[in-house]
């Protein structure tokens, strides 16, 4: 009998495949295989797998049972006579299926040279994943070396800020036992300037030892969160006359005039206290110490348009080039003093005030010219900043 199977519709295959029927017909080939057994397609005599094959009866029986037996593609190994041509000695997978008027079986078959082919092809690629898989490991390999490298950093990094500790420790400890000492003027009373110094040295010697006590807190920036905390809040006057206390008697000594302008209103801030001070410590100390005798240090709050508070330090020393300008306010490494070309000194400031700046929540900015001096502002964003004023301060 035949199949109703369409003629074409085992062309989708790239494969050469053939229909067998049970009574051994060659019901259906698609082109690949009509091309490599020599088979004509359409209205063409009928070929039986027996002839194209060479097979017995019994032969053909056992084949057909096998292929009829099994789901899955069994292997097969047949040798085919195209009429006109060579015999081919060809591999084969054949396996039952099912059609609307019954079974039979499908055969794929492949020359030895388009297995070659293939079998190089799969060689190819095994070879390629295995040098991608040696890559791998070389690159796992390296990665963990780096990491115990990292580690061993690591381990000598707290060795030394354990033994730098130690060190500030004993004299800090020093400074502050000795201030606190006089400050009860246990041999008679200060005058009143050197009281006031007395009390500037202990209240200078403290902040030091909190920020020493700081960066041994190995995980200090995870602490300052920007989540507002009401039982945190920082007052910012408290931080500006502390810091006043700090600077001006240096700037004083250096022929500076310095002027922290008092506020009728001053804000308190959601950020932490003392890296608030250690910030607006730093830029007064790089005003007091690059601006030239004469000079005058101003500190101003001023609300930006975005209602930021922004905390300015304003000097007229000699300002900063251009291109060391760009590179404190695009992020740039730690560098040389940028107020000097002396390479000596090494002018971690503005540096180290950016990132703690960045760690509170807030930002540096930085505005100057040569020969016109330096605005240095502290901006922090409406969340850090409690009930600002509706206007701004003046």
């Not at 900063?320 to 730690?334: C, T, V």
């Not at 070309?341 to 971690?348: H, L």
Request: proline share 7%; charged share 25%.
């Amino acid at each position: 009998m035949r199949s109703n199977l369409p003629p074409d519709c085992l062309d989708a295959f790239p494969e050469p495949l053939l229909v067998v029927m049970g009574s051994g017909r060659v019901d259906a080939v698609n082109a690949p295989a009509a091309d490599l057994l020599g088979l004509a397609r359409g209205d063409q005599p009928e070929v039986t797998l027996r002839e194209l094959a060479g097979l017995s009866a019994a032969e053909f029986e056992e084949l057909l049972h096998y292929c009829l037996s099994h789901s899955v593609p069994v292997p097969l190994r047949l040798s085919f006579f195209p009429a006109g041509r060579a015999a081919l000695d060809l591999r084969c997978e054949g396996w039952r299926c099912s059609l609307s008027d019954g079974s039979a079986a499908m055969l794929r078959v492949s020359d030895e040279e388009d297995s070659s082919k293939r079998f190089g092809e799969l060689m190819r690629l095994v070879i390629q994943l295995t040098q991608e898989c040696m890559v791998r490991r070389h690159s796992q390999i390296r990665l963990r070396a780096a990491l115990a490298q990292l580690h061993d950093i690591n381990s000598i990094r707290d060795h030394m800020l354990a033994q730098v500790s130690h060190d500030l420790r004993t004299p800090l400890n020093a400074i502050l036992g000795m201030s606190d000492f006089m400050q009860r003027e246990p041999f008679g009373p200060l005058g009143g300037k050197y009281r006031d110094y007395v009390e500037d040295i202990h209240a200078s010697g403290d902040i030091l030892l909190q920020l020493v006590d700081r960066v041994l807190n190995l995980t200090w920036a995870e602490a300052h969160s920007r989540e507002p905390d009401s039982e945190a809040l920082a007052d910012l006057s408290e931080c500006l006359e502390t810091c006043r206390r700090v600077v001006e008697p240096i700037a004083r000594l250096r022929g500076l005039e310095m002027t922290v302008p008092p506020y009728p209103s001053m804000p308190k801030l959601r950020a932490d206290r003392l890296l608030v001070k250690q910030i607006l410590m730093n830029l007064l100390s790089n005003a007091a110490r690059h601006t030239a005798r004469g000079g005058h240090i101003e500190v101003r709050l001023a609300w930006r348009k975005d209602r930021a508070l922004a905390i300015q330090v304003k000097d007229d020393g000699p300002g900063i080039p251009k291109e060391k300008l760009a590179a404190i306010n695009g992020g740039g490494r730690f560098g040389g003093d940028p107020y000097v070309a002396d390479k000596a000194r090494t002018g971690f400031g503005l540096a180290l005030s950016r990132r703690t700046a960045k760690a509170i929540g807030g930002r540096l900015d930085i505005r100057s010219a040569v020969g016109r001096g330096t605005v240095a502002s502290l901006v922090l964003p409406p969340d850090l900043v409690e009930a600002p004023p509706a206007g701004p301060l003046h």
